[in-house]
């Protein structure tokens, strides 16, 4: 099925969101690699003396940081597409939520 006005199939909405739910997997690396080798809980000078001992590790925190936000921002993209066959609104809705 073709949605009406972007002539993308629903297809390719949900291969879409699928990818871009996938590419959210770098999270867990961030969060609990990087963060834990990196901040010292209550002692913030040990935690800057950490991010400048290992500045690529700090780096690819941050990248992977930055390619979840980017699949989130796509990943209520393709959602909204492919639920704005079912309720427009509803689904301008929970993209704007999400």
Avoid: Q
């Avoid at 834990?36 to 290992?54: D, P």
């Avoid at 066959?85 to 301008?92: A, D, I, Q, R, T």
């Amino acid at each position: 099925m073709i949605t009406p006005t972007t002539k993308i199939p629903l297809g390719s909405f949900a291969l879409i969101a699928g990818l871009a739910m996938l590419f959210m997997g770098t999270t867990p690396y961030a969060e609990f690699f990087v963060y834990n080798k990196l901040v010292v809980s209550g002692n913030a000078a040990e935690t800057v003396k950490n991010i400048a001992g290992n500045e690529s590790l700090f780096m690819s925190g941050i990248f992977a940081y930055l390619i979840n936000f980017i699949a989130d921002v796509v990943a209520a993209w393709a959602f909204y597409g492919l639920l704005k066959p079912v309720n427009e609104s509803l689904s301008l809705l929970t993209a704007w939520f999400r």
